[in-house]
């Protein structure tokens, strides 16, 4: 839990995790077909406490009554039979029976939405399609848009009134002859940076650093085998990383996977975090998204001593 935000942290202040507290919870990522009690499994371990708790005299502290406030007179269970109570009211307005909360509770056993014909057939848009005046879109026209009159207005350089494409900042059209276009991809086995630490890490790091994949005929030119410690950097930063030789990449093309914990010394990621290389822009001033695989980078077999991984490791702390 010691991330590299909360190492950032001047006060940390310890949560419980789900094992240690009640809450409910869905299943399926879009069907939300269950609904699931959580019961707490362990007390509170050592100083934690729930985040409900420590926001509510937060507030007390920022204002006399704030507790009251902010909880609104409810504790932890009263706010689940809460939310609980609200999902009951829309199930019914679908004609679907829920138990009540408490036997809901007591019980400790999921609850399965049955699926309806039409959901088990359900095609996106097929309503528009089918009819597209009384089933119109949510644009201004009601219909698919190529060419957005509201974009227009904008008068967004970086994002026109229609699809078209537009040269990145930096791509193999601009790069030199040892440059490579930098991938940052989503990571097979984690969650962004969701237990970069976990012993699943063994797995797939390469010299304990986070694996770069590079194509065989760029390793060679690079002088770099498959296992080498690599660097790789540009004008934002460097980072270290274990080498991944492969044909199953792109000549020209190296991935570094997004969400590994940064871990800085004197200017170098030990652990291979790739926001060191790209840059803080925007897609666009209309979706304000990342542009993570927009990145020209330089590669080179790392010869010095390795320096130590230090990402996991927990800060000094002054109680």
Request: proline share 5%; glycine share 6%.
């Amino acid at each position: 839990y010691w991330t590299a935000a909360a190492k950032h942290a001047d006060i940390v202040l310890p949560i419980t995790t789900s094992f240690e507290r009640n809450d409910l919870t869905m299943t399926g990522d879009y069907s939300n077909q269950h609904i699931v009690p959580m019961k707490q499994a362990v007390a509170p371990q050592f100083e934690a406490r729930n985040d409900f708790d420590v926001f509510a005299d937060l507030a007390e502290l920022l204002k006399p009554g704030g507790k009251e406030i902010y909880t609104e007179g409810k504790d932890e269970m009263a706010w689940l039979k809460f939310f609980y109570d609200a999902a009951q009211k829309g199930a019914r307005a679908q004609r679907v029976t829920m138990p009540m909360f408490n036997a809901f509770w007591q019980q400790n056993k999921l609850i399965e939405m049955r699926r309806s014909e039409k959901n088990e057939q359900y095609v996106r848009y097929g309503d528009f399609r089918a009819d597209p005046v009384k089933n119109a879109l949510g644009t201004p026209s009601g219909k698919i848009e190529i060419y957005s009159k509201t974009l227009e207005k904008f008068g967004y350089k970086d994002c026109p009134a229609h699809p078209t494409w537009l040269a990145p900042d930096e791509w193999k059209g601009t790069a030199d002859e040892k440059q490579l276009q930098l991938l940052t991809a989503h990571p097979a086995y984690r969650l962004h940076s969701q237990l970069n630490y976990a012993e699943l890490r063994k797995k797939y790091a390469v010299a304990d650093r986070e694996p770069i994949t590079i194509h065989t005929e760029d390793a060679a030119r690079f002088g770099i085998a498959n296992g080498d410690l690599v660097r790789v950097w540009n004008k934002r930063g460097q980072i270290l990383t274990g080498a991944v030789v492969t044909d199953g990449i792109k000549k020209g093309v190296v991935c570094v996977h997004e969400g590994a914990w940064p871990d800085l010394e004197n200017g170098l990621c030990k652990n291979g975090s790739a926001n060191v290389l790209t840059a803080d822009i925007p897609s666009s001033q209309l979706a304000n998204a990342c542009a993570g695989n927009s990145a020209l980078v330089y590669i080179e077999k790392y010869t010095g001593n390795a320096p130590k991984l230090t990402a996991f490791d927990q800060p000094a702390i002054q109680a």
